[in-house]
């Protein structure tokens, strides 16, 4: 019966998945199994009856004469995060348990170390807290642009109903595009796209030409081009765009002194609020003339010609585009 548990131990060793190594009390190893071959690059031949600093780096050598001091000592040795060696150099953080080895007398004769590579974990935790400061960052400045529409809007409204129906639309707009950033993890969104998603509500009233080559956006982009096409669709729905298939979305990439540049031209049938934007004094012409050419480093200009109202956006590319130097939180 002995035998048979003996055996059925070994299988178990030799099945794990983390590095399980026995030493000596002189720290001398005695037994390797599988998992510390993959996990450290040394065959059991090359590690037993070696030093156990055959896997220690050189500044946790310290910590491993401790750790026996404190075995000899009888004391409990709580489960640590630290990091040993690989046979090419590399240095791997693991999680490790310590525990005595006694023999049937009660004599205290070795330790066993049970390891776990733990460089994914680390990692995953390094992602998380990046992603976390980036979200509050994001968060942070969403709350920013709805304080400015609240407050933008609330001085050009007529009434209280005219407010809460201004501001409750506006803040739906953003909600649009942070639904559409929320599908892909905040990772970019097709520009195509985001002006299909805005134009949704309004495509059975609004039919649009939507024409350009595919560009990926970064959030940044994302949220500020999507409040401005909500305010162009608003306006056009508010003065009367009536002519199917009328309101044009168009874009194109350029190249210009060795940078490359965005451009986007929307443009629509309806001349009755000419004025009012050449006038910026609604908070749409505020958001389209100002706003988000600011957040964007680019420049925004109205023209009337033609019978048409003419939107035309443009800005360096890498203000734009996820992968071109604008995957930094929006500021």
Same mark, same amino acid.
């Given at each position: ?16 998945? &983390? ?23 040394? !065959? ?12 220690? !780096? ?34 791997? !953080? ?98 195509? &796209? ?110 009337? &010609? ?26």
């Amino acid at each position: 019966m002995e035998e048979h548990s003996a055996e059925r131990l070994a299988a178990i060793v030799e099945s794990s998945f &983390d590095a399980i190594i026995s030493k000596d009390l002189f720290g001398t190893i005695v037994s390797w199994n599988k998992a510390a071959e993959r996990m450290f690059g040394f !065959p059991e031949s090359e590690a037993v009856g070696k030093p156990i600093y055959l896997i220690i !780096p050189d500044d946790k050598r310290d910590e491993e004469a401790d750790i026996l001091r404190r075995l000899k000592l009888g004391a409990r040795i709580e489960p640590f995060q630290t990091t040993r060696r690989h046979r090419d150099g590399r240095i791997i !953080p693991i999680s490790i348990t310590i525990s005595p080895i006694k023999s049937r007398a009660g004599k205290l004769v070795g330790a066993s170390s049970i390891a776990r590579d733990i460089s994914e974990t680390r990692e995953s935790d390094r992602r998380l807290r990046l992603l976390t400061r980036e979200i509050n960052h994001r968060v942070k400045n969403q709350y920013a642009v709805i304080l400015a529409v609240i407050r933008q809007t609330a001085t050009r409204s007529r009434s209280i109903e005219d407010f809460e129906k201004r501001v409750r639309e506006r803040i739906m707009a953003l909600s649009h595009s942070h639904d559409l950033l929320s599908q892909v993890d905040w990772a970019g969104v097709s520009l195509a &796209d985001l002006v299909a998603h805005q134009l949704k509500p309004f495509e059975a009233l609004q039919p649009a030409q939507i024409i350009g080559p595919e560009i990926v956006l970064d959030a940044n982009a994302v949220l500020n081009l999507g409040m401005a096409f909500h305010e162009l669709i608003m306006n056009a729905m508010r003065f009367g765009v009536e002519d199917v298939g009328g309101i044009s979305v168009t874009w194109r990439l350029t190249s210009e002194e060795g940078v490359d540049r965005f451009e986007l031209t929307w443009s629509e049938p309806a001349v009755a609020y000419a004025d009012l934007l050449a006038q910026e004094e609604g908070f749409g012409a505020l958001v389209l003339s100002k706003l988000v050419p600011s957040a964007l480093s680019g420049q925004a200009t109205w023209s009337f &010609d033609g019978g048409l109202v003419v939107w035309r956006f443009a800005a360096p590319l890498d203000r734009i585009q996820v992968g071109l130097g604008s995957l930094a939180p929006p500021s």
